[in-house]
C-alpha cells in the first residue's frame, strides 16, 4: 500500500487483540506493508517474565518485578522496521516464545507497578509515528489518541487452533485442549484485571477474524489504515 507518510505525517496506528488472535503476525505484516516499525508490546511483558523467572523472582513480587522493568531498553530501527528489546544488555529473542512465558506474561502484566514502569518506553518508541503498535491496551491506555485503532477478535477454539499450528511449527509438542485451556485462562486473566484490562477502545474498529485467512485479515486492516488515512486528509483540506 506504499510507504505512508514519507512527504509528511507518520502515522501511530495500534491492534488490540486477545491472545492467539493474530496480532502479532498481522502487525509485523502491515508494517512492512507500510514502511513503519512495528512494536511487540507482548514481548516487553514476556521479558520481565523471562528475566523474573531466570532470577528466582516470585511472579506475584509486584516490587520485584518493577524493579526488574528497570533494566529493560528498547532500540528502534528504521531502515529494518524492527523494535529490539535488550535486558541488562542482552538481547532478547526466542527464549521468552514459549506458551509457558505467554502465561507468565499474562500474569505479570497485572500489576500496575509493572505496567507503568513500561508504559514510557512504549510512548517513546511511538513519539515520533510511523509505528504499528500491538499489544492489549495499545488503544485505551499506551496510545489513547493513537491515529487509527484496530481490534482483533476471534472465537476462542479458532485462536487455540492457530496458536497450536504456530507452536507446533517452532517443533513444540503441544496438545490442543491445553492450549485452549490456557487460552481462555488468559482472556479471564487480560479482560477481568484492573489495571488495564483488555478491551477494545471506544473510537477502535473491530474486526472478527474467527473465518477469516491471515491474508484475508491483511488485506481487511490495509483497506481499514487506507479509509483512515483518507479521511484524515480529507478533514485537513
Known amino acids: 500500500m506504499g510507504k505512508m507518510g514519507e512527504a509528511g505525517r507518520r502515522y501511530v496506528i495500534v491492534v488490540d487483540g486477545p491472545s492467539g488472535v493474530g496480532k502479532s503476525t498481522v ?3 502491515l508494517a512492512e506493508a507500510t514502511g513503519y516499525c512495528c512494536l511487540d508490546t507482548g514481548a516487553l511483558y514476556r521479558t520481565v517474565a523471562w528475566r523474573a ?4 523472582i516470585s511472579l506475584y513480587d509486584e516490587s520485584g518485578l518493577v524493579g526488574l522493568c528497570n533494566g529493560i531498553t528498547m532500540i528502534r530501527e528504521e531502515v529494518s522496521g524492527k523494535i529490539r ?3 541488562d544488555g542482552e538481547e532478547i529473542g526466542a527464549q521468552i516464545r514459549s506458551e509457558d512465558m505467554g502465561m507468565a506474561a499474562s500474569l505479570v502484566s497485572r500489576f500496575p507497578g ?3 514502569a513500561l508504559l514510557h518506553l512504549q510512548r517513546k518508541a511511538g513519539e515520533s509515528g ?3 503498535a500491538e499489544g492489549r491496551d495499545m488503544g485505551t491506555v499506551v496510545f489513547p489518541d493513537a491515529d487509527i ?3 482483533l477478535d476471534a472465537e476462542p ?3 487455540a487452533r492457530r496458536r497450536l499450528l504456530e507452536l507446533v511449527d517452532r517443533g513444540e509438542k503441544v496438545d490442543y485442549e491445553d492450549v485452549l485451556n490456557d ?3 488468559r482472556d479471564e486473566q487480560d479482560r477481568n484485571r484492573t489495571a488495564a484490562p483488555l478491551k477494545p477502545a471506544p473510537d477502535a474498529v473491530v474486526l472478527d477474524t474467527t473465518h477469516l485467512t491471515i491474508g484475508e485479515v491483511v488485506d481487511a486492516l490495509v483497506n481499514i489504515v487506507r479509509s483512515k488515512v483518507d479521511q484524515m486528509r480529507d478533514s485537513s483540506l
Open 183 to 185: 487460552i481462555i485462562l
Open 85 to 87: 528489546i535488550q535486558a
Open 27 to 29: 502487525a509485523k505484516i
Open 53 to 56: 523467572l531466570s532470577r528466582d
Open 114 to 116: 509493572v505496567r507503568r
Open 130 to 132: 510511523g509505528i504499528i
Open 149 to 151: 485503532k484496530i481490534f
Open 157 to 159: 477454539a479458532e485462536r
